[in-house]
């Protein structure tokens, strides 16, 4: 009878331990849309930089991309590739581009003040920073 409540309390003791544990990702497939497209300052091309959509009211994850030496990003949020969550996303960029290439309010999603509306059944945005 001894043994038996041993085993029983480490049993519990590990179950509840391991409550919750293991990877919830699968809850977010096909919460997201392709999001591809062309960021430019001034109708010019962005290049080696990182543009960020972000949800705006943080209703979900932000998106990011690299911008290829054409301007050209695909957004990723859970995995590669897979778009951005659907909904307005206010939008910054940022990285390794020529120093200056974009004012600093560009660089963060809240002094940015650009927005874009992913939606599904729309794929191509263009985001031109003024």
Same mark, same amino acid.
């Given at each position: 009878?001894?043994?038996g409540?041993?085993?029983?309390?480490l049993s %519990?003791?590990l =179950?509840? @331990?391991?409550?919750?544990?293991?990877?919830?990702?699968?809850q977010?497939?096909?919460?997201? &849309?392709?999001?591809?497209g062309?960021v430019?300052?001034?109708?010019?091309?962005l290049?080696?930089?990182?543009?960020?959509?972000e949800?705006?009211?943080?209703?979900g994850r932000?998106?990011h991309?690299?911008?290829q030496?054409?301007? %050209?990003?695909? =957004?990723? @949020?859970?995995?590669?590739?897979?778009?951005?969550?659907?909904?307005?996303?206010?939008?910054a &960029?940022s990285g390794?581009g020529?120093k200056d290439?974009v004012?600093?309010?560009y660089?963060?999603?809240?002094?940015?003040?650009?927005?874009?509306d992913?939606?599904?059944?729309?794929?191509?945005?263009?985001?031109?920073?003024?």
């Open positions: 009878m001894r043994t409540a041993c085993w029983f309390i %519990t003791a =179950l509840v @331990t391991c409550w919750g544990c293991g990877s919830d990702s699968g977010f497939v096909g919460q997201t &849309v392709p999001v591809k062309k430019t300052y001034k109708g010019k091309p290049t080696q930089e990182e543009i960020v959509f949800p705006d009211g943080g209703s932000e998106a991309g690299n911008i030496p054409d301007g %050209t990003f695909e =957004l990723s @949020t859970f995995k590669a590739g897979d778009g951005a969550v659907p909904g307005t996303h206010r939008v &960029v390794t020529k290439a004012p600093v309010k660089k963060n999603t809240s002094s940015s003040k650009t927005e874009v992913v939606a599904e059944g729309k794929a191509e945005y263009v985001v031109d920073l003024k």
